[in-house]
């Protein structure tokens, strides 16, 4: 374990690698740049809506990844959507307002 400083107004978003090792029926992985796109474009909801819009986000990811690799194995178009992960999905938002601050987003 390596210890950090947290500051007032710092948020900390825990992940499990099943996020960012989810891997889509074509076998393409969701990656990190694909997170850290995720929770960018989550940047400025409240942190209890964090998770939920990561989890979405890979859940869209992994549906398109299938219904293409489906297209391309039947030459159409199919829908195809895998919804349930291969590994834990944990996803955890933290808002830091300091100690002692009776805060709550």
Do not use: K, N
């Amino acid at each position: 374990m390596r210890p950090f400083q947290a500051l007032p107004g710092d948020r900390l978003i825990f992940v499990s690698d099943g996020v960012y090792g989810a891997v889509s029926g074509a076998g393409e992985v969701y990656g990190e740049r694909a997170l850290a796109r995720a929770i960018q474009a989550a940047g400025l909801l409240p942190a209890a809506a964090v998770p939920r819009a990561v989890l979405q986000d890979l859940t869209a990811y992994r549906a398109d990844a299938d219904a293409q690799a489906d297209a391309d194995a039947e030459g159409e178009a199919q829908t195809h959507a895998r919804t349930e992960a291969d590994d834990d999905a944990l996803v955890l938002c933290l808002d830091w307002f300091g100690r002692g601050s009776a805060a709550v987003s």
